[in-house]
Structures are given as structure tokens and as C-alpha cells.
């Protein structure tokens, strides 16, 4: 089974950079990925997604305009540029993937789970 492996997590202070990493162990072309990110005492929730071959994205509202979801089929990777970093972005990051060429924000829909890297943002 394909497996998801996040990286890029850290402690960053508001205002800054980071990018996370999401790489599979498996072919990436046939599937739809995601990233959820979940808070303390909150939901998971959909942060961006992107469809087969990255001709469609999507966005959280609190995220639009400073974070860039991105695939990199030829790597079975799956990348998160996050800029303009606040403290309401520290969660933990969860990338995911579904097998239909669909991005919905349903967590239910997506059947392929990263293990989650810690985001810290200090203010």
C-alpha cells in the first residue's frame, strides 16, 4: 500500500516561511492530494487541494493569497509553500491523497493518510 510521509514541520516565528514535503512510496498521477492541518480542540480541516496533474487547486479561505499547494509527479511528492506564517497556522499538518480526480473537503473522501508534521508558529 502506498504510504505518505510528511516533512518540513518545525517552529517558525509569525511573519515567516515554511515548506512542507509529502512524499509517497508510490506513483502520485492517479491521485487527488490534499493537505488537512488540525489545531488543538478543532477539526481537521482542508487546507489546499489539488487534482490530477495540478490543473485545479483549492484553498482554505484563511489560507488563500499565502500558501501554495504544488505536486511534483515525477518525485511522488506533493509540496506546501506556507509564507506569512501566524500563530492561527499551528497545527499539525496531515497530507492525503484519494484515488478519484476529485478535490473535496470531506477528510472522509480520502483513503490515504500521512502520519502529520508538528507546525509551530510563535508570536
Known amino acids: 500500500q502506498v504510504q505518505l510521509i510528511e516533512s518540513g514541520g518545525e517552529l517558525v516565528q509569525a511573519g515567516g516561511s515554511l515548506r512542507l514535503s509529502c512524499a509517497a512510496s508510490a506513483p502520485t498521477v492517479s491521485y487527488t492530494m490534499a493537505w488537512f492541518r488540525q489545531a488543538p480542540g478543532k477539526e481537521r480541516d482542508l487546507v489546499a487541494g489539488i487534482n490530477f496533474g495540478g490543473s485545479y487547486t483549492y484553498y482554505a479561505d484563511a489560507v488563500k493569497g499565502r500558501f501554495t499547494i504544488s505536486r511534483d509527479d515525477a518525485k511522488n511528492t506533493l509540496y506546501l509553500q506556507m509564507n506569512r506564517l501566524t500563530p492561527d497556522d499551528t497545527a499539525v499538518y496531515y497530507c492525503?491523497?484519494?484515488?478519484?480526480?476529485?478535490?473535496?473537503?470531506?477528510?472522509?473522501?480520502?483513503?490515504?493518510w500521512g502520519q502529520g508534521t508538528q507546525v509551530t508558529v510563535s508570536s
Open positions: 492525503a491523497a484519494r484515488d478519484l480526480n476529485v478535490v473535496t473537503t470531506a477528510a472522509e473522501a480520502y483513503d490515504l
